[in-house]
């Protein structure tokens, strides 16, 4: 796998053009507090990937917080800010 890229993101935009495609566009932000993102990947999807990748990172991460005894704590403002409920995790 040394032909494949790796790219390191802190910043993701998300599109669903319904019924085809799920759009996952990675980013990095610059060191300035107002730069803008700048895309460096974009993955396009299935609906029905997206969301079968979406479980698998879930189970991966509490399986992570489980085996190292350390939770992923996040603020509870980004959970207001980004519309989530913190019991869903």
């Not at 999807?45 to 992923?72: C, F, G, Q």
Request: glycine content about 2%.
């Amino acid at each position: 796998m040394a032909d494949v890229p790796e790219y390191y993101s802190d910043a993701i935009n998300i599109s669903l053009a319904m019924p085809w495609t799920v759009a996952l566009t990675f980013a990095v932000r610059g060191l300035e507090a107002d730069s803008k993102p700048e895309p460096k990947a974009i993955i396009r999807m299935s609906p029905e990937h997206a969301k079968v990748t979406a479980m698998i990172l879930r189970k991966n991460l509490k399986k992570y917080e489980a085996d190292t005894k350390t939770p992923i704590n996040l603020p509870g403002d980004l959970y207001k800010q980004l519309n989530l409920d913190s019991l869903d995790w």
